[in-house]
C-alpha cells in the first residue's frame, strides 16, 4: 500500500502515533488507514482448507506470556472498533483494509481511498 500512495504523490503520515489507534496511514485533514493483518487483528473473513473459518471469537492469538495477557480474537475486534468509533467521533473517516484484501485487491482499496481524498 506504501509503494502505491507513493507511485501516486499522495501525501500521507506513516504510523500517526499522536492518534488513537496509531493509524497506519493518515492523510490530511482527516483520513485514518489502518492495514490489519490478517493473524495480528483475527480476520474472520479467513477460512481454513476444509472451508471452516480460521478465526472465531475465542480463538486465543498469544497465549498468556510472563507480565502479557492471552490475546483472544474478539478482544482484538473490540479493541479494533472502539479504535474506529474514537476517531469517527473525533471526526476522522477511518478506512479498515485486511491484509488479504490489500494483497488479493489492492487497487480496490486504493480507489476507496482516493474516493475519501475526493470528499475532503
Not at 109 to 118: F, G, S, T, V, W
Amino acid at each position: 500500500m506504501k509503494k502505491t500512495l507513493d507511485e501516486l504523490d499522495i501525501t500521507y503520515l506513516q504510523y500517526a502515533n499522536k492518534l488513537p489507534g496509531r493509524p497506519d496511514f493518515f492523510i490530511e485533514p482527516n483520513i485514518c488507514i489502518f492495514s490489519d493483518g490478517d493473524f495480528d487483528h483475527a480476520n474472520p473473513n479467513v477460512t481454513k482448507a476444509n472451508g471452516t473459518k480460521k478465526y472465531l471469537a475465542n480463538t486465543v492469538l498469544r497465549k498468556p506470556y510472563k507480565r502479557y495477557p492471552a490475546k483472544i480474537a474478539k478482544d482484538v475486534w473490540a479493541k479494533d472498533q472502539r479504535i474506529t468509533k474514537e476517531l469517527e467521533q473525533l471526526g476522522y473517516t477511518v478506512l479498515r483494509f485486511w491484509g488479504a484484501d490489500i494483497n488479493k485487491n489492492l487497487d480496490s482499496c486504493i480507489q476507496k481511498i482516493l474516493k475519501e481524498i475526493k470528499k475532503s
